[in-house]
């Protein structure tokens, strides 16, 4: 088994010189590969064969199984710590209490209403992670899951519709009604399409067990079998930032509650999310901020250099890796998940919202 293992150490040495950002093949140590046995370094490789297969990876690895954090982590800590900046020993804490104290309302800035979106990924603790589920888990995760949205019809705030794209479910999607939800942003792009997914075995049994859960205004959804079992989000336009934060929290405790399952979390990674890029909190609150004069010729660099300290990161409109929109709309989010506390990320966007908009009204009145 150790000789047949031996090309693979080789390609990781080759890759560590080709690729220094692929933060997997950079904290792959062969001294703890070869203290392993065979069936811990097929697991290890397991886990790293999204980023050896798509060497261009930032993080480079995926976990398939919630204990691959506790089971692999002298190789996944030394991933996580270099990934969200953070020291190997350090202990996630969650707590959803805003440090302000307030309703983190934006009319302090003189902003009008926004849309505030706030997502969380989430697992259960009785299956394997999405990129090891057999095509049996993924059905049965679809119809654990149709038990709790039925449990949340009672519920105003709560109640919605769920839309599946399971061949054959008595609820599945047409090809037109599937593509007008991924334009308006509801339902998830097409897994298969996604090289680093596809090679995590995330994508795998495409579209089976995939669906999605969601309020009629779309203030509520929930998407089941993308890359964690569960992502779940609430979108609210109003002015106090604070409101969306307690609607998701509410809306999580129900759902664990209902699915008489309890999502999987770590002692000190906290949520165990697929992507260690997602662990702690799992969560990402973000805005979309329309700055002209700081966008001004199309470039997000000015923006980017404020947003930068402030611990934000910018995107485009339609999700990672895409381009700003024409007017200059940016969407701004904290960029930490781990050692940081939900309500934390809330108001840390809070502040940078007010740096931001501050630095685009001095500059329209340069
Ligand atoms: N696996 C990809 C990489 O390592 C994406 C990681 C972050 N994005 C995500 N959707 N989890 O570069």
């Known amino acids: 088994m150790r000789d047949q293992l031996n090309p693979i150490v080789e390609k990781i040495a080759l890759l560590k010189t080709s690729h ?79 440090p302000q104290g307030d309703m983190l309302d934006i009319t302090k800035f003189g902003l009008p209403a926004l849309s505030l979106r706030i997502r969380v990924g989430r697992n259960f603790a ?12 993924r059905t049965s995760l679809e119809t654990r899951m149709a038990a709790v949205f039925e449990r949340l019809q009672s519920n105003p705030e709560l109640a919605g519709t769920y839309v599946s794209l ?9 090809k037109p009604e599937y593509e007008k939800l991924v334009a308006d942003h509801v339902i998830f792009k097409a897994m298969d399409a996604d090289p680093y997914l596809i090679s995590a075995g995330i994508a795998g049994d495409w579209p089976h067990g995939r669906g999605c859960y969601f309020t009629r205004d779309h203030s ?33 405790q129900i759902i664990e509650r209902s699915a008489d399952s309890p999502f999987a979390r770590s002692n000190d990674f906290g949520t165990v999310t697929t992507c260690p890029t997602n662990l702690g909190t799992g969560m990402r609150a973000s805005i979309h901020l329309n700055l002209p004069h700081l966008t001004a010729g199309g470039s997000v ?24 929109g024409a007017d ?25 919202i007010g740096q931001l908009i501050e630095a685009e009204r001095r500059l329209a009145s340069d």
């Not at 886990?47 to 190789?75: I, K, Q």
């Not at 479910?169 to 047409?174: I, K, V």
């Not at 660099?301 to 700003?324: C, F, N, Q, S, Y």
Request: net charge negative.
């Open 301 to 324: 660099d000015r923006v980017k250099e404020i947003a930068a300290p402030l611990g934000l990161g910018i995107r485009g409109m339609g999700g990672e890796h895409t381009p700003i």
């Open 20 to 98: 220094p950002a692929n933060i997997a093949v950079q904290c792959f140590d062969p001294e703890y590969f070869g203290s392993l046995d065979s069936g811990l370094q097929q697991r290890l490789l397991d886990c790293m064969r999204s980023g050896l297969d798509n060497p261009d990876s930032e993080m480079g690895c995926y976990a398939c199984l919630v204990d691959d954090y506790e089971v692999l982590r002298p190789f996944f800590a030394k991933a996580i710590s270099r990934y969200h900046g953070i020291d190997d020993q350090s202990h996630h804490v969650s707590d959803w209490t805003v």
């Open 328 to 352: 200059g709309t940016v969407d701004v989010s904290p960029r930490a998940r781990l050692c940081i506390t939900e309500g934390e990320i809330v108001s840390r966007l809070y502040e940078g």
């Open 166 to 174: 399971t061949p054959g479910h008595p609820n599945q999607l047409t």
């Open 126 to 137: 009785d299956l394997p992670l999405t990129s090891a589920m057999t095509l049996q888990d």
């Open 220 to 252: 509520f959804i929930v998407w089941v079998g993308e890359e964690d079992h569960l992502r779940i989000m609430c979108m609210k336009k109003g002015t106090k930032l604070k409101l969306v934060l307690d609607q998701l929290h509410s809306a999580l």
